[in-house]
């Protein structure tokens, strides 16, 4: 191990993390009574800039009033290259109450966008004598975001989480596709070129890159990588796939655009009882033969050793988390 180890952000269940849009109040209450681990109000991009000042005095109003239960509350600001970013910073950290527990910072481009937000909380904090320090949700979702991830996620001590916003990301990488996040059929591999059927490919998974690097610069900062938004609600095999396969990267959870998107979302960031079961074998055959003097043993004819009790530890601390 090095000498320098990350400092893990305060622990929050972030399997679901639902977007509600600040600008319609009749879904607050729905979303508060919803299964959604974290929920996110957002002032951005799913309000049109009509209702941004409209929006913003519901959400205040909304977090104020509403019984969010032990969800993750957040607000999604608007852009440090907007004008309506610095009143969104001021009015709901002046005005909302402590229930408020993370802001979610968008276009994330450089470590200065994150200083200039520290700068600006920092002081409404002692201004205001708010009690709870407020965390940071950064989405990269540029590629200048994504290009100095590592500086971003190491910007403040506010950090908690970096998110994959697939669809801006896939606007500012001018990739040629309309869809928000899942697999696109051009980005195949044929699988039987020179067979009877030449058109025979599977789907790659385009976000691989993306996805992959966002969890490198996440961990080794004690952050928690979130996967973005899957625009598809009609889609549950697809949003469960593409759920999937960050889960196995090593993300701790997904947007949910949808309430239907929820469960979804919730199960497949639930380790199963049987991967449970074995993660406790695990642990316990590392103990007996850690008394035995082996550091590397045999358990159902695979090989386990010292760094199979952390990845064993992975899956059981997520499954006294879900159950706390
Ligand atoms: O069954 P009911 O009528 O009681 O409820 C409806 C609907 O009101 C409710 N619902 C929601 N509740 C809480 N939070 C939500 N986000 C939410 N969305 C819907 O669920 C019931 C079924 O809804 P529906 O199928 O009739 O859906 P709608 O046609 O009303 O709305 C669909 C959209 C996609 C427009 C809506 O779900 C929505 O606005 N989602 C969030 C969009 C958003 O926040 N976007 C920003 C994040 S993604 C991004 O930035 C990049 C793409
Ligand atoms: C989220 O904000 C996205 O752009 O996907
Ligand atoms: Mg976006």
Redesign the pocket.
């Known amino acids: 191990m090095s000498f320098t180890t990350p400092t893990p952000a305060p622990a929050r269940l972030n399997r679901s993390e ?4 600040g600008s ?1 109040i ?2 607050f209450e ?2 508060a009574r ?1 299964k959604a681990d974290a929920i996110f109000l ?1 002032l951005e ?2 309000v049109a800039p009509s209702d941004k000042e409209q929006a913003r005095k519901n959400i205040i109003a909304a977090i104020n009033d509403i019984d969010w239960g032990d969800k993750v509350l957040s607000v999604r600001i608007n852009g440090l290259d907007t004008h309506y970013m610095y009143r969104d910073v001021v009015d709901v950290l002046e005005q909302a109450g402590d229930r408020l527990d993370l802001i979610m910072i968008p276009k994330v481009g450089t470590a200065a966008d994150v200083y200039a937000l520290d700068m600006m909380a920092t002081q409404i904090e002692a201004a205001k004598g708010r009690k709870k320090r407020i965390g940071f949700e950064l989405i990269i979702e540029t590629a200048l975001g994504m290009q100095n991830i590592h500086e971003i996620a190491g910007a403040s001590k506010r950090n908690e989480s970096l998110h994959f ?1 697939v ?1 801006d990301y896939a606007a500012s990488t001018k990739a040629m596709t309309t869809g ?1 996040g899942g697999p696109n059929p051009h980005y195949g591999v044929l699988t039987d070129k020179d067979g009877d059927n030449p058109r025979d490919y599977h789907w790659g998974d385009m976000w691989h890159y993306a996805i992959a690097r966002m969890v490198v610069a996440a961990r080794a900062n004690g952050l928690r990588p979130i996967d973005g ?1 899957f ?1 598809d ?1 009609s889609d549950p095999d697809g949003y469960r796939a593409q759920a999937a396969r960050a889960m196995v990267l090593g993300c701790e959870g997904k947007w949910a ?3 239907s998107q929820i469960p979804l979302a919730n199960d497949v960031y639930s380790p199963s009882e049987a991967e449970v079961t074995k993660a406790k074998r695990i642990l316990e055959a590392m103990t007996k033969a850690q008394a035995e003097g082996a550091g590397a043993v045999a358990l159902d004819g695979r090989l386990i050793d010292i760094a199979s009790i952390k990845q064993a530890e992975v899956m059981v601390k997520q499954a006294e988390a879900i159950a706390a």
């Open positions: 639902l977007a509600v849009p319609r009749e879904l729905k979303a919803s957002d991009d799913a916003g669809a928000i938004p625009g609600f655009i949808h309430p």
